[in-house]
C-alpha cells in the first residue's frame, strides 16, 4: 500500500468535535503564542485537527501584536480560544497569559506557531507521558525536508559554551563535555530521557505544570525554555524524549533580527548568571563574545559582539512591551 501524505486543508468546521469549549474537561491544553505568525498558525492548527485520534484538546493562543493577518486567520477558528498579550510579552510572557486560560486539562502542550504536528503524534506524546511517569515529553522535529532537526541538548557549561564558540555545528562528533547540542544520530532514533531540548513542541504534565508556575518573563526571547527545563529536573522531574511523536518545524516564522540574534546571546549569559558561580559566568559571557567574534564577518554576530562588550546597552534589545492582557476571541 502506497503511503499518503495527511490532508491538512480542514476546514475550520471539521474535527471541532475534538477542540473541547473553556468549561469543559480535556486531555491536552495547547498552547500557542503568535507573532507575525499569519502563514503558519493555519496550518498547525488543521494539523492538530487531523491529528487528535479521540484525544480531547482546548487550544488556547495568545497573540503578542501581531501586524500582519494572524488575527483574522484566527478568527476563522471560533473554537480555538483567542487572547492578546496587550502588547508584545515575549514567548515566556505569552504562555505566562495562556496559562491562565487553560481551564481543566491533564497536561499542557506548548507548541510553536510554525510546527506542522505528525498524525498520532499528540496520542502517542500523551501515552508516553502517562506510560513512562515523565514530567515533560518531547517529540522529534524534522526540518521542511524531512530530515531530522538537531533538537536535544546539554545544560549549558563553561566548556560547552567554549566547545559552540569554537565549533559550533562543526565537529559533530567531539565528546559532550563540549558540545551542548545534541549530534549523535543514534539519539535521535530511540527513546529515552534527555537533559532539555529546545522549546518549540513539549508537553507538561499538568501537576509539574501547576508546580513551577510562570515561565521566567526576564528572558523574554531564548534561554527561557533552558531556564524551565532546569526547573523541572531540579523539581525531580524526568524529561523524555520520544522520535515516535513527529512534527514539522519550519523555524523563523517570525524571522530574526539582528536584536534577537544579540538577545540570543545576551540571555545565554543572563542564564549562567542565574544558575552559575560569578566566575563561571564571567567565563561563559567570554566564551559567548568569543562565539561572535570569531563570526563577526557577519552583521548579525558583529551586532551581538558590539551588544555583548557594552553591558549598559543590554536594555536595548527586544523586551515586553505592555502588560495588559485583553481578549480578542470568544471564550
Not at 244 to 249: G, N, R, V, Y
Not at 310 to 321: Q, S
Request: with cysteine.
Amino acid at each position: 500500500m502506497t503511503a499518503q501524505t495527511p490532508d491538512l486543508s480542514v476546514s475550520p468546521a471539521a474535527g471541532r468535535e475534538s477542540f473541547v469549549g473553556a468549561d469543559q474537561p480535556a486531555d491536552i491544553a495547547v498552547i500557542i503564542v503568535t507573532y507575525n505568525s499569519a502563514a503558519d498558525v493555519g496550518p498547525l492548527i488543521a494539523s492538530l485537527r487531523a491529528a487528535l485520534h479521540s484525544v480531547r484538546i482546548r487550544v488556547v493562543v495568545v497573540d503578542n501584536g501581531s501586524t500582519d493577518d494572524t488575527v483574522s486567520v484566527l478568527a476563522k477558528h471560533s473554537d480555538v480560544i483567542v487572547r492578546s498579550s496587550g502588547g508584545n510579552y515575549g514567548y515566556a510572557g505569552g504562555i505566562n497569559v495562556a496559562l491562565r486560560h487553560v481551564g481543566q486539562a491533564r497536561s499542557i502542550l506548548v507548541l510553536n506557531p510554525d510546527l506542522v504536528v505528525g498524525p498520532g503524534s499528540v496520542r502517542e506524546m500523551l501515552d508516553c507521558l502517562e506510560s513512562t511517569g515523565a514530567g515533560l515529553i518531547v517529540p522529534r522535529l524534522l526540518d521542511s525536508h524531512g530530515v531530522p532537526q538537531a533538537s536535544l541538548r546539554r545544560e549549558p557549561t563553561v566548556l560547552r559554551t567554549f566547545g559552540e564558540a569554537l565549533f559550533g555545528d562543526r565537529a559533530k562528533r567531539r565528546p559532550g563535555w563540549l558540545a551542548e547540542t545534541v549530534y549523535d544520530h543514534e539519539s535521535y532514533g530511540r527513546a529515552h530521557t534527555v537533559e532539555w531540548a529546545t522549546g518549540a513542541a513539549l508537553l507538561i504534565d499538568r501537576a509539574l505544570a501547576d508546580r513551577l508556575g510562570d515561565w521566567d518573563e526576564r528572558y523574554f526571547l531564548y534561554s527561557e525554555e533552558t531556564d524551565y527545563f532546569r526547573r523541572a529536573r531540579n523539581a525531580g522531574a524526568i524529561i523524555w524524549y520520544t522520535p515516535a511523536a513527529t512534527l514539522t518545524h519550519r523555524q523563523g516564522g517570525s524571522g530574526v533580527s539582528a536584536g534577537q540574534s544579540a538577545l540570543m546571546s545576551v540571555n545565554r549569559v543572563r542564564y549562567a548568571e542565574r544558575h552559575s558561580t560569578p566566575v563561571a559566568a564571567a567565563l561563559v559571557h567570554l566564551a559567548v563574545t568569543l562565539h561572535a567574534a570569531l563570526r563577526s564577518h557577519r552583521a548579525t554576530d558583529r551586532y551581538a559582539l558590539a551588544i555583548l562588550l557594552d553591558r549598559r546597552r543590554w536594555g536595548d534589545l527586544p523586551h515586553a512591551t505592555n502588560t495588559a492582557a485583553s481578549p480578542i476571541g470568544p471564550a
